[in-house]
């Protein structure tokens, strides 16, 4: 057998890397194959899907688009359920945000998705409503006072470093609650509750600060 000549099979490698599209662009890695990642958006660094953190109380969840509703009820005129489809229809917005586990580590992500007043807007908030539920598939719950989700503009996203939220990530929406700790970011949502009585979700009702601001008490 004759033998290799190493400089010959070094050209040929990077010829078929190029040719066969196998080379990234700078500063972007693949994502699901037909996506691109994004891991620096207006000069700000993001931490890639694979090296950010992730906590779920009964793993992932999985969930078929197209059998996917997102229920809007309780103080609102006009309950309704959305197929993923339909809020995708809707405006977007995107902004640079970081997440803050309560244990201490966190990640910085480019987040897409509609705002949560968008939605309310369709469905008509009633006056008396002050609290919002997010329930998940899971079986978790957490809430927001009303006035924070409006007032900061929180979204709802559908997208994180410009590749669709992948599934261990809360497909098809997770809750970007700027400014909390980690466990108020609601994933895998399939249904809002708009209500006027305060309410503890699944790390609140054991003990965990209700308001979760970050760089405040974790415990109430």
């Known amino acids: 057998m004759r033998p290799i000549n190493l400089t010959i099979l070094c050209l040929y490698l990077l010829v078929f890397t190029v040719v066969s599209g196998c080379l990234s662009p700078p500063q972007r890695s693949a994502v699901d ?5 994004v891991t620096v958006y207006n000069d700000i660094e993001l931490t890639p899907i694979d090296k950010q953190g992730n906590n779920a109380i009964k793993g992932t969840q999985y969930i078929d688009r197209n059998i996917y509703r997102l229920q809007i009820d309780g103080l609102v005129e006009n309950p309704t359920e959305l197929t993923y489809d339909l809020i995708l229809e809707y405006p977007s917005t995107s902004r640079v945000v970081d997440m803050n586990c309560v244990e201490g580590w966190g990640f910085t992500a480019k987040w897409t998705g ?9 469905v008509v ?3 008396n409503a002050t609290t919002v539920i997010f329930y998940c598939a899971d079986g978790y719950s957490t ?5 924070y989700l409006l007032d900061n503009d929180i979204m709802l996203a559908y997208r994180i470093n410009d590749v669709t939220l992948p599934t261990d990530r809360g497909f098809p929406l997770q809750l970007v609650a700027e400014d909390k700790y980690g466990y108020k970011w609601a994933k895998w949502i399939t249904g809002i509750e ?3 009585a305060e309410y503890s979700g699944y790390w609140e009702s054991r003990g965990y600060s209700n308001k979760a601001d970050f760089g405040g008490p974790a415990f109430e």
């Open 33 to 37: 194959g037909n996506e691109i990642e």
């Open 194 to 196: 708009l209500t006027d």
């Open 125 to 127: 908030v009633k006056e």
């Open 143 to 147: 809430s927001h006072d009303l006035n």
């Open 114 to 122: 509609v705002l949560v007043e968008t939605l309310f807007n369709d």
